[in-house]
């Protein structure tokens, strides 16, 4: 017996006679462990060795090139009721989608090893944190996971002292894109997925558990699960305040949780502690306040990019002891992708590089990192009981109309912000309206429930005793009339994270608008940028005639999670449309707005 939970023995026992695997290893997690799959993987051609002056302990992986991507088409989670995973899931008949998976596991580990990884996502003493157990046939997604989670002998006992754990099938199966499915039942607390090697769809502690499967878990349970960073960002008083955001996937999250503060932020004290740069898991205390862990331990982020100017913490972390896939490489084997300065002779696919093959490195090559390296990784990350959050902030992609920043004012408000949140997928610098996807909470792809009552769980936590963390919405992305970025982005944003803290500490007034609480002149700390203090105006404008017509459209998505949408929310939506209507006189800027 290598468990002393039955129900662990008997499952793993199960998925060794559904897919015969040649032997089966229970991972311990220690380093000798990892050094062992290392060295076979080099071996096999899974891993190449980098350049191991330049990066000691860094390798290389070469997915297959149909594999290198989240397949949202082909991810299901399986409620019994359809109208459980709401219109915002690919739903399947759990009998139907246990049937067809199955039947591509039937025997698929023959002559491989089968893997046993009990993982804890979470600090392992944590009263947040909730432990799983993923199955899989390849050595890439166990190192990955060493990385990414607390994995091995601890995460085990925690799982036999509880009793129960996430249950996780992988099988790398052919690698083939017909041979593919992700597959979720929330009801079951099981995973199954095959056909993928890559992070989203093999990482199953990532997304498939601490948001898919961990959403619902959230919900029963009175937390929440969530698609966000978390920074702890400290004064020069020494006080530190956590905010936690969402943006949809490629909007910053990783730049903004390591943020480097511009010079004359330094200069005064001004620190940035970085707790997770993906994941959040939140949960009130006793004291009313929302307290967030990091469930993750370690970093899977996008390597294109990444360059001392945008993020030189994230360069720093990755010097070392690193798993980077689908990257470039350079003559002398250091690893190399597009944004960094040299150049690179082989391609991610192993081709020397030819231009006209497209990028060098893919653009969503990865690097998976242990968050220990980080430079400015927090030592509150490992804390049981989370950070006290002070501020959650919401953002995508909005080449117009969305301000830089703007404050809910109240959380109802902000819960409407939240679900209204999206990304243009075409710029509007004539004022002409962009596509837009919208991406409630950044959890379109992750939320393992009906969105309706996925809204429904975030307005229950407004309760009497609550001291909930103040919500913003803010803006990086928004281009002037010339089709330019109007604000530098990355470091500066910590100018909009004073402004939001200032606003906590009830240290600033704000600006009232129909559509939040905007800065007020000069509230915003511009000294040092590069920013035309004149576009500062046009980086707050408030269109009245333009959000009359985004509401009507927030209105309109809104409809779609019918019958589940949540009353309080339409209420929210038919507040802020009617104070748009008449709103001019009441706000400053909008009364200028053309
Ligand atoms: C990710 C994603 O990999 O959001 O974090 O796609
Ligand atoms: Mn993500």
Redesign the pocket.
Known sequence: MVSKLAALERWVNDAAALTRPATIHWCDGSEAEYQSLIRQMLQTGDLVELNQQTHPGCYLHRSNPADVARVEHLTFVCHSQQQDSGPNNHWMAPAEAHAKIDALFDGCMAGRTMYVIPYCMGPIDSPLARCGVEITDSPYVVANMRIMTRMGAAAQERIEREGHFVKGLHSIGELDPERRFIMHFPEELTIKSYGSGYGGNALLGKKCHALRIASNQARDEGWMAE?MLIVGIENPAGKTHYVAAAFP?ACG?TNLAMLIPPEGYRRDGWKVWTIGD?ICWMRPGADGRLYAINPEAGFFGVAPGTSTSTNSNALKSISSNTIFTNVAVTADNQPWWEGLPGTPVTDWQGRPYDPANGPAAHPNSRFTVSAKQCPTWSDKAEDAQGVPLSAIMFGGRRPSLLPLVMEARDWTHGVLMGAAMGSETTAAATGAVGVLRRDSMAMKPFCGYHYGDYFAHWLSFDQPAAKLPKVFHVNWFRKGSDGKFLWPGFGDNLRVLEWMIGRVEGALGGLETPIGILPADGELRLDGTKVDPTRIDELLDVDVAAWQEELAAIGTYLDSFEPRLPERLRQEQQRVAAALVGGTERTRRAATAP
């Open positions: 698609h996937s999250k993906d």
